[in-house]
């Protein structure tokens, strides 16, 4: 992460790419399908891994094209059968010649049991890839029914929960409410930051589910159980799901950048395999603007000047979502950072 000089750099209007990803069964298909049908969503370009995981029936091909799909919605369908660098790349360079409608926003669509953090390092740290898109959000379908034991027994699953900017909990209408609110009590242990909405069906308003821009929605938005701000730092999950645990650090007064760059930098070198993500909204001293900083693993995003607060608070707030990190020791070496 470099120093930013008199300008880490402000937001340009690159397409917004979400990542929706969830366990078997947890209902990613039911959920893209509806927001697909949805008439805000025709300038939508998805990616799926296969076609044949996702039912496209009511939809209807319009137009064939090569290696994708115009669909009557309006909507664009690829299919990932290589690598997600090279699709992105190729869907926007036919994007930019006509050849395909000009979306302005990508979703991108995993199998079950897949990892998010290899995608979310490509569309956070590839520059064939960040030229041109802006990582807004993870979105983690998770099963009412179900998901105790699937966090309980799947890495997968609680790893997929726990990077997620946005929780949508399915099946809510066949739940039991003891169910619902022993989910949401895991979820919130293992994600605390995220907001979590309900959608019966895959029932939900896109403009809730993806908004604007994901960094100025970080910290707050519509959910099912709201949860109070945090004055420090806190280790929010007496027990965790596969040493998965959320921290979050507040810090009141602005923060000199460069030692904290360094901090990052460090903690991302040491122990990256088990900084599964870092997202926070930074007051740097001096600057009148926020600072978004984001890292995946051993991955530094470059930082991003904000174009003005999301809210009225001005502390710093960096979440860290770690695999066996001490909440405790990752303060103090904060500090101490600082401190220097």
Not at 118 to 140: F, K, S
Not at 216 to 239: L, S
Not at 251 to 275: F, K, N, Q, V, Y
Not at 322 to 338: M, N, P, V, W
């Amino acid at each position: 992460m470099n120093t930013p000089d008199p300008a880490i750099p402000l937001p340009n209007e690159p397409i917004g790419g979400s990542l929706i990803t969830g366990f078997l069964g947890s209902g990613k298909t039911t959920l893209l399908n509806r927001l697909l049908r949805h008439p805000g969503m025709s300038d939508t370009a998805v990616i799926v891994n296969e076609f044949g995981e996702i039912g496209l029936d009511h939809l209807l091909i319009d137009t064939a094209l090569d290696s994708a799909v115009l669909l009557k919605s309006g909507c664009l369908c690829c299919t990932l059968r290589g690598d997600l660098v090279d699709t992105l790349t190729s869907l926007f360079d036919r994007r930019r010649r006509g050849e395909v409608p000009a979306f302005r926003r990508v979703l991108i669509e995993t199998t079950g049991l897949a990892d998010p953090a290899p995608i979310l390092h490509a569309l956070m740290a590839d520059p064939a890839v960040t030229r041109h898109y802006r990582m807004d959000h993870v979105i983690a379908t998770v099963d009412a029914v179900n998901a105790l034991g699937q966090l309980a027994e799947h890495y997968e699953s609680a790893k997929q929960a726990a990077l997620a900017d946005r929780l949508v909990l399915t099946k809510s209408d066949i739940a039991s409410p003891a169910d619902i609110k022993a989910v949401t009590a895991a979820l919130r242990a293992l994600n605390p930051e995220a907001p979590i909405m309900a959608a019966v069906h895959g029932a939900i308003e896109p403009d809730a589910l993806l908004g604007a821009a994901g960094e100025r929605r970080a910290f707050h938005g519509p959910e099912i159980e709201p949860h109070e701000p945090h004055d420090h730092a806190h280790d929010h999950a007496e027990a965790h799901h596969h040493g998965i645990a959320s921290f979050c650090l507040v810090h009141d007064e602005p923060l000199p950048w460069p030692p904290l760059a360094r901090w990052l930098e460090s903690l991302a070198s040491l122990r990256g395999p088990d900084l599964l993500r870092v997202k926070g909204i930074v007051h740097v001293r001096g600057r009148s603007r926020p600072v978004v900083v984001h890292a995946v693993q051993h991955v530094l995003h470059p930082p991003r000047e904000l174009q003005d607060w999301p809210d009225a608070d001005r502390r710093s707030r960096i979440v860290f979502i770690t695999r066996d990190i001490a909440g405790a020791a990752l303060e103090k070496s904060f500090r101490a950072a600082i401190a220097d």
